[in-house]
């Protein structure tokens, strides 16, 4: 519902402006409800801005010729105090001038005094559409400018901690403090690495989430066994899981296919198994399903291993989320695989759910549609 203010010193306007709003809407066919309107009504500019001091007002219709200060007065206050409003004038006297300075002042249009109910109509469908995407665009604009933050300022944590180390590790080789043997220093060089690989996947992930978001990545669309893509995912993290001694069960006979494009599907089983591994405890088991449940395609990724509570699944696929605790603070990763994940299970019209419990492990649940 959109506020709406009728500044004219005829009665006879004003009643007639709200009548005639009383009960029209306005839609859009990129707005998801349509637009109504509530009316306030004053007779002159000095209560006009009062009201506008007291109330948020989202259109202001506006004679100029009013006892005391005029209506472009009015307009020139809105726009000094910046407010979030949107001035269309209604007046029989609108000269060259005074349109020259309301526009400058900030007004949307005029509506030239007598005027019919459908031409009041129309004005307001298109003051209403421009008021609806100025908003969106300052609000978009916002948004960007927080999300860019919160990204730098992440992505400077993340990094900060393991450039300090390896720089650590660097120091005490270059002053030999651990003797002048090189190997005495093989555990400092492992870790550096680790640090470094790390890293690098940070990097590749944040260039896949920015590809993505950016419709700039490049898809080709193709029939893909999906069982296929999963044996072969299995495959990859074969040597992850034997470091782990965890085992990997794999459940999917029969050729699966969809649509899609491959890297997305080796991407999406890639990051589960990878974190089904990682999040395990030692000893523990993976079972991998793939399975034809008539109109869709079924995967299963399910593991034993530290499980979460539900408040942790519940941030499980925004950017920069990570499990922390301390069974995890040990285990590395960007925060941004499983918002990826489910970003390319968006892409293809699929589905996610996660199911888990502290110490019980996790059950992760996707489900792409049968083209």
């Known amino acids: 519902m959109l506020k709406v203010l009728v500044v004219d010193d005829e009665p006879g306007i004003r009643t007639g402006v709200t009548r005639v709003l009383r009960n029209f809407t306005v839609g859009f066919p990129f707005m998801d409800d349509d637009f109504g309107f509530e009316t306030l009504e004053t007779g002159s500019g000095e209560e006009a801005i009062e009201i506008l001091d007291k109330e948020s007002i989202d259109i202001v219709l506006l004679d100029n010729k009013l006892p005391g200060i005029y209506g472009i007065e009015v307009l020139e206050y809105i726009r000094q105090q910046e407010y979030d409003t949107q001035v269309m004038m209604i007046t029989s006297y ?41 908003r969106m665009t300052r609000k978009l604009n916002e948004q960007g400018k927080q999300v860019r933050f919160q990204f ?23 002053e030999k403090q651990a003797g002048n043997d090189i190997d005495d220093y093989q555990v400092m060089v492992s870790r550096s690495l680790e640090r470094i690989k790390g890293m690098r996947g940070l990097i590749m992930d944040l260039l896949d989430l920015t590809r993505i978001e950016s419709g700039k990545k490049k898809r080709n669309i193709n029939r893909v066994d999906i069982t296929e893509v999963a044996r072969m995912a299995m495959h990859s993290m074969e040597p992850m899981a034997i470091q782990k001694s965890v085992k990997i069960h794999f459940s999917g006979d029969q050729p699966l296919y969809i649509n899609s494009d491959l890297s997305e599907i080796e991407i999406i089983f890639n990051n589960l198994l990878s974190n089904a591994i990682k999040y395990n405890r030692e000893g523990g088991e993976v079972f991998f399903k793939v399975e034809d449940n008539s109109l869709e395609v079924t995967i299963d990724v399910e593991d034993t291993g530290l499980g979460m509570s539900e408040e942790e699944t519940g941030k499980l696929f925004k950017e920069f989320v990570r499990i922390r605790n301390s069974k995890t603070k040990d285990i590395t990763g960007s925060g941004l695989g499983l918002s990826i994940v489910k970003k390319l299970i968006d892409l293809n019209h699929g589905s996610i759910t996660v199911s888990s419990q502290p110490d019980q492990g996790s059950h992760f649940r996707i489900t792409f549609p049968k083209n």
């Open 152 to 174: 730098l300022s992440v992505l400077s944590h993340e990094l900060k901690s393991p450039i300090n180390a390896i720089e650590g590790y660097l120091r005490i080789m270059q």
């Open 94 to 134: 609108a000269s060259l001038d005074l349109a020259v300075k309301a526009t400058n002042n900030g007004a949307f249009n005029f509506v030239p005094k007598p005027f019919t109910p459908q031409e009041l109509k129309a004005a307001m469908e298109s003051i209403t559409k421009h008021l609806f995407l100025k």
